[in-house]
């Protein structure tokens, strides 16, 4: 089965600072990869998701972007961030064979 | 288009009685459908699914779900609820990326 690593798992950073928010996959290949949002603990948006390298869907327009440079490797990023970017970012990946989801432990951003 | 809705956003039951989420999809064809939880601050942990075969599916903590498809519903349940089940579930349809919007379970001990 597949594991996602995502760090950091918090984050505190000023209005106007830059973004990187990196997410890899372990135990499958060529996974469709999502970046999601969730505000005030609740539903999940989807923000951004990937269906191989250098594939990128942009759900939402906003101030972030995403960028798939290798097949297992998801960032998220922006270059100015604004305070309302806070919130809880989870990746998630599928797989042809598992059907469902699996999700990262999230990242808790803070713009202050 | 492929949707699936949560009408509680809140269900609380005492401790040892019985639970359900409740959750209805719309789906064309054949549903794959999920259920989700999540704790404070964490990521969201795979609970169980149906693909296809009996209606009543098994998963992680104890918890079940019944498809129904004449009722286009998938409820979690559980027999008899623990503290340690308060947190958020999320239904969920394959191919769609999209979940619903949330139940927060709270057991009252």
């Known amino acids: 089965s597949q594991t996602i690593h995502q760090w950091p798992a918090t984050l505190v950073q000023p209005v106007g600072s830059p973004l990187s928010l990196e997410c890899t996959v372990e135990?499958?290949?060529?996974?469709?990869l999502y970046w999601y949002r969730q505000a005030a603990g609740r539903g999940l948006q989807l923000l951004f998701y990937s269906v191989g390298i250098g594939q990128i869907s942009s759900e939402v327009p906003q101030n972030l972007s995403a960028s798939r440079p290798q097949d297992r490797q998801f960032i998220l990023s922006s270059k100015k961030l604004l305070l309302s970017d806070s919130g809880f970012y989870l990746c998630?990946?599928?797989?042809?064979?598992?059907?469902?989801?699996?999700f990262g432990s999230g990242t808790r951003l803070t713009v202050v | 288009a492929q949707s699936v809705a949560q009408p509680e956003d809140q269900v609380n039951v005492a401790e040892g009685n019985p639970l359900t989420v409740k959750c209805t999809y719309s789906v064309s064809g054949n549903p794959y459908l999920f259920w989700y939880v999540q704790y404070p601050n964490r990521g969201l942990q795979f609970l169980l699914k149906?693909?296809?075969?009996?209606?009543l599916v098994k998963g992680s903590y104890g918890f079940e779900a019944e498809f129904n498809k004449s009722q286009t519903s998938f409820h979690l349940k559980k027999p008899s609820a623990l503290v340690s089940d308060s947190a958020l579930y999320f239904c969920?349809?394959?191919?769609?990326?999209?979940f619903g919007t949330g139940t927060s379970l709270t057991v009252i001990p």
């Open positions: 135990g499958t290949s060529n996974p469709n």
């Open positions: 969920a349809v394959r191919d769609q990326f999209y």
């Open positions: 149906y693909i296809t075969g009996d209606n």
């Open positions: 998630a990946c599928t797989d042809r064979a598992n059907y469902g989801y699996t």
